[in-house]
């Protein structure tokens, strides 16, 4: 059986419908919101049941229909975890089985186009996301994209696939539907018979034009594509505060951080950060200033060595505090500095009183148990 291939021809994006012949359960990958009423009467023309809607990745040139599909059909939206969509049911990790009807799929860490961009197998054929296109790969020079990360998930993840095994890209621009790995493995331009050195010439060397739709696009596919209300609207906005450029929700910093348009400079301790939890890529450089005290050695260097001049520089701390008192610092050498609202961990009381999430951590947003 072959998987439902559709396109979306705005983004050249593909979506695809795989499942169950005998009890209909279905699984999409990758929908489209602009395509939501096509894909639905898809489903229903066919008789299917949906239970998942699964992305590759945070997308940058499109908004997912994963959330209206879930409103509509009743499915379950999963992602991959280190994506950072907060509203997906079911954070997808390396190898995980996600099951429909007597079927089931593979989830493979495949990053590199973003650092949690994954790959999906379902009996002979591979769903490639934007890591593995047709005679190309996805960029990787934004989204914490990483070139080094995309040649191992080519040559070390896909390319071990059996050969045999079809390829079903996340985008194709000029009208090719499908591949194999034996065909990528040894005619992929951009990475057949090259080395690291060689594919990340190649990569740094595309200077390809931003996604017209990415700051618009990447905040909403963090949240399933679900456009965001007025008072959600709050959660996107740049707050000005005296002494630095503002104050921004942990959501927007974290939208800035996987653009790779701000470095994310977690100001906890060590030792905090063992207890509590880190955030996975973030610089750690302690904020240790208390008065009295001389200025932070070492401090200014630190930041001055991790922030290029030409991002921002997005402050976490535990509650908002000293990330403060860093963004001022960060500001004061020059830098483009934003407090991260009540920090890591937010304030619990304050905000079930408001009855509102605040923080990364209680947004849901990437973290892991030190
Ligand atoms: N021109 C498109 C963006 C195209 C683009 O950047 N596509 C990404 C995937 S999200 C990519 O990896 N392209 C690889 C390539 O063009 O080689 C737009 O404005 O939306
Ligand atoms: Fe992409």
Redesign the pocket.
């Known amino acids: 059986m072959q998987p439902i291939q559709l396109f979306d021809p705005a983004?050249?994006t593909y979506t695809y419908i795989i499942f169950d012949e005998t009890t209909r359960d279905a699984v999409i990958i990758d929908p489209v919101d602009e395509q939501v009423e096509r894909d639905l009467a898809l489903l229903r023309q066919y008789g299917l049941k949906l239970l998942w809607t699964v992305e590759t990745h945070a997308?940058?040139?499109?908004i997912t229909s994963a959330g209206l599909l879930a409103e509509h059909t009743g499915a379950q939206t999963a992602a991959p975890q280190a994506c950072g969509i907060a509203t997906a049911a079911l954070q997808l990790t390396d190898g995980q089985l996600l099951r429909f009807g007597g079927e089931s799929m593979r989830a493979l860490n495949t990053p590199g186009?973003t650092a949690g961009s994954m790959s999906f197998v379902w009996r002979d054929h591979a769903f490639t996301g934007?890591a593995l296109?047709i005679n190309?790969?996805?960029?990787?020079d934004f989204q914490s994209g990483s070139a080094e990360a995309m040649y191992h998930s080519l040559t070390q993840v896909l390319f071990k696939l059996p050969d045999a095994t079809t390829v079903w890209p996340?985008?194709d621009?000029q009208g090719r539907t499908h591949s194999s790995i034996a065909a990528e493995r040894t005619g992929n331009a951009r990475v057949a018979g090259k080395t690291l050195e060689e594919f990340t010439a190649i990569m740094a060397g595309?200077h390809?034009?931003?996604?017209?739709?990415?700051d618009e696009a990447v905040p909403a596919n963090l949240s399933s594509g679900i456009r965001h209300d007025a008072d959600s609207m709050d959660a996107h906005v740049v707050r000005p505060a005296p002494g630095y450029a503002g104050d921004v929700s942990a959501t927007l910093a974290h939208s800035w951080w996987q653009q790779g348009e701000a470095v994310l400079v977690d100001v906890r301790t060590d030792a905090e950060r063992e207890w509590v939890g880190f955030v996975p890529g973030a610089v750690a450089l302690a904020w240790k200033q208390w008065p009295g005290m001389a200025m932070n050695p070492g401090f200014d260097d630190d930041l001055r060595a991790a922030v290029p001049a030409d991002k921002k520089v997005v402050l976490l701390c535990r509650s908002g505090v000293r990330s403060v008192a860093a963004a001022k610092r960060a500001t004061e050498l020059g830098l483009e500095a934003y407090n991260i609202l009540e920090g890591f961990e937010g304030d619990p009381d304050t905000n079930a009183q408001r009855g509102k999430k605040g923080g990364w951590r209680l947004q849901g947003l990437p973290w892991r148990q030190g």
């Open positions: 983004s050249s997308h940058a040139d499109h186009h934007d296109l190309g790969c996805g960029r990787t996340g985008h621009y595309l390809l034009p931003r996604p017209k739709r990415i």
